[in-house]
C-alpha cells in the first residue's frame, strides 16, 4: 500500500496514519515528525527548518524533498508507506512522481480530510503529543489513560510550539495557498478520495478503510 495523506493543520492526518499504518503494517513517513526530530537534535537541517517551522510557513521544496528522497532509501518502505504531509506543493509531488518512478512504484490513492477552520482550532489547542514516542492525544477527545503521560511510553506530554492559535491560522493561510491545489493535480490522476474529517477518530477511521478497500474509479 503506498498512500499519501494531505489536509490542513490538525484535521487528523496524524492520528489516522498512526492507526492505519498499525492495522496495515506498513511504515507511516511524516514530514512533520522528522523535520521536529532535526530541529530536537539541532542538525544542519533541522537549524534550517526551524524559523520557517516556528512561522508556520512551509520549509522549502529542496530541504523537504531532499529528506524525504533519503527516508524513502531505507528498508522499511519496501512493504509500502503512508505519506503524512508530504507532498505540499506541486513541486514536491512532481519531485515525489519522479522517485516513485526510479523505484517503478505507483501510488495507490491520496487522501484528503476536510474540516471547517473553527473545528481545527479547537483540536489543535487541545492536542498534546509525546516527545519520545511520537504518540498524539487530545485532551478532550483522545485523552491519554495515563493523564498528563503517554501511555505507550511514559513521557511527559507536550504542546506543540506552532499550536498557538495565531501561528495555527497562518498555517492555514499558507495550506489554502500552497497545498490546496494538490487536489486538483491528484484529481485530475485519478487518485483523489475527499474524507469528512470532522467526524469522530473512530467514524473516520471506518470510512478510510472503506475507501481503500473500493476499487479506484475510472
Ligand atoms: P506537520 O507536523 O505535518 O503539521 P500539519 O500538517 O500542520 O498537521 P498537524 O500535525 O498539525 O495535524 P494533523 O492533521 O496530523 O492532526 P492530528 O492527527 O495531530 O507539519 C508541521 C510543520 O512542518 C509545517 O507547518 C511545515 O513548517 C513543516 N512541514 C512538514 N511537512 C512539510 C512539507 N512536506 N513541506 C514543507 N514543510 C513541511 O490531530 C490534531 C488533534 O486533533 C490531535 O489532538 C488529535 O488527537 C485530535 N483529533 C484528530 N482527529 C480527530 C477527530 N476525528 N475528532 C476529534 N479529535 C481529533
Known amino acids: 500500500m503506498r498512500v499519501v495523506f494531505v489536509g490542513p493543520p490538525g484535521v487528523g492526518k496524524g492520528t489516522q496514519a498512526q492507526r492505519l499504518a498499525e492495522r496495515r503494517g506498513v511504515v507511516k513517513i511524516s514530514t512533520g515528525d522528522v523535520l521536529r526530530e532535526a530541529v530536537r537534535l539541532g542538525t544542519p537541517l533541522g537549524v534550517r527548518a ?3 517551522m516556528d512561522a508556520g510557513s512551509l520549509v522549502p521544496d529542496e530541504l523537504v524533498i531532499g529528506m524525504l528522497a533519503e527516508r524513502l532509501k531505507a528498508d522499511d518502505t519496501r512493504r509500502g508507506y503512508l505519506l503524512d504531509g508530504f507532498p505540499r506543493t506541486i513541486a514536491q509531488a512532481e519531485a ?3 522517485m516513485l518512478d526510479a523505484r517503478g ?3 495507490d490513492r491520496v487522501i484528503a480530510f476536510e474540516a471547517d477552520p473553527e473545528v481545527i482550532v479547537d483540536r489543535l489547542s487541545g492536542r498534546r503529543g509525546c516527545p519520545r514516542c511520537g504518540k498524539v492525544y487530545h485532551v478532550r477527545y483522545d485523552p491519554s489513560p495515563a493523564g498528563a ?3 505507550a511510553c511514559g513521557a511527559d506530554l507536550v504542546q506543540r510550539d506552532d499550536d498557538r492559535e495565531s501561528t ?6 499558507v495550506y489554502q495557498a500552497e497545498t490546496a491545489p494538490l487536489l ?3 484529481r485530475e490522476r485519478g487518485l483523489l478520495a475527499q474524507i469528512d474529517g470532522s467526524a469522530p477518530i473512530e467514524d473516520v477511521a471506518v470510512r ?3 475507501v481503500l478497500s473500493a476499487p479506484r474509479p475510472v
Open 50 to 52: 526551524k524559523s520557517f
Open 208 to 210: 478510510l478503510d472503506e
Open 184 to 186: 486538483a493535480y491528484y
Open 105 to 107: 512504484e505507483a501510488l
Open 149 to 151: 503521560r503517554c501511555s
Open 96 to 98: 515525489l512522481g519522479a
Open 168 to 173: 495555527v491560522r497562518r498555517r492555514l493561510t
